[in-house]
């Protein structure tokens, strides 16, 4: 009976320690990245707000087939829906299968005649699950790297594109 009560008892701690250290952890977490790219708004635009054409620059719709239902993309496990867009931004609602959705937002921003910042950012709220908290640590890791490589590949399709013209 003691063995019970010590194994119930230490549980109880362990799971309030790390639920006392995952409150720490913000409830909001936002995963970004940008890169200068020589292009055009109207040639950015073209390959962040038309999802049909994220297959020449996404390693991810490459390998794998999108398929489209009303305004919402189907690609893997992976649901895209346009939110909002404009002359400079682009907003979608992300959804990965196992996780909380992502707002993700492209901005393109002048630095100079022909040489524009795409921004690219991925934001999530989570709730106070301690499993939901430290699964974003693993955000900046993974969708980072992702980012870096999804940004250089449209960079460099920017560039082909201005050297074809």
């Given at each position: 009976m003691?063995?019970?009560?010590?194994?119930i008892?230490?549980?109880?701690?362990?799971?309030?320690?790390?639920?006392?250290?995952s409150?720490l952890?913000?409830?909001t977490?936002i995963v970004?990245?940008?890169?200068?790219?020589?292009?055009n708004?109207?040639?950015?635009?073209?390959?962040?707000?038309d999802?049909?054409?994220?297959?020449k620059?996404?390693?991810?719709?490459k390998?794998?087939?999108?398929?489209?239902?009303?305004?919402?993309?189907?690609i893997g496990?992976?649901?895209?829906k346009?939110?909002?867009?404009?002359?400079?931004?682009v907003?979608y609602d992300?959804?990965?299968t196992?996780?909380?959705p992502?707002l993700?937002?492209?901005?393109?921003?002048?630095?100079?005649?022909?040489?524009?910042?795409?921004?690219?950012?991925?934001?999530q709220h989570?709730k106070?699950y301690?499993?939901e908290?430290?699964q974003?640590?693993?955000?900046?890791?993974?969708l980072?790297?992702?980012m870096e490589?999804?940004?250089a590949?449209?960079r460099?399709?920017?560039?082909?594109?201005?050297?074809?013209?």
């Amino acid at each position: 009976m003691r063995l019970i009560k010590l194994v119930i008892i230490s549980l109880l701690v362990l799971a309030s320690i790390v639920t006392a250290i995952s409150s720490l952890f913000p409830s909001t977490v936002i995963v970004s990245r940008a890169m200068e790219v020589s292009a055009n708004s109207k040639q950015i635009a073209h390959y962040v707000s038309d999802l049909n054409q994220w297959d020449k620059w996404m390693s991810d719709w490459k390998e794998n087939k999108a398929s489209w239902k009303d305004s919402t993309v189907y690609i893997g496990t992976q649901t895209l829906k346009l939110v909002s867009k404009n002359d400079s931004s682009v907003t979608y609602d992300w959804v990965a299968t196992g996780q909380r959705p992502y707002l993700v937002r492209f901005e393109w921003i002048p630095l100079q005649t022909g040489i524009y910042v795409i921004h690219w950012s991925f934001e999530q709220h989570v709730k106070w699950y301690p499993w939901e908290k430290f699964q974003t640590l693993l955000n900046e890791k993974v969708l980072g790297y992702k980012m870096e490589t999804e940004l250089a590949n449209l960079r460099e399709l920017l560039l082909q594109e201005n050297n074809k013209q």
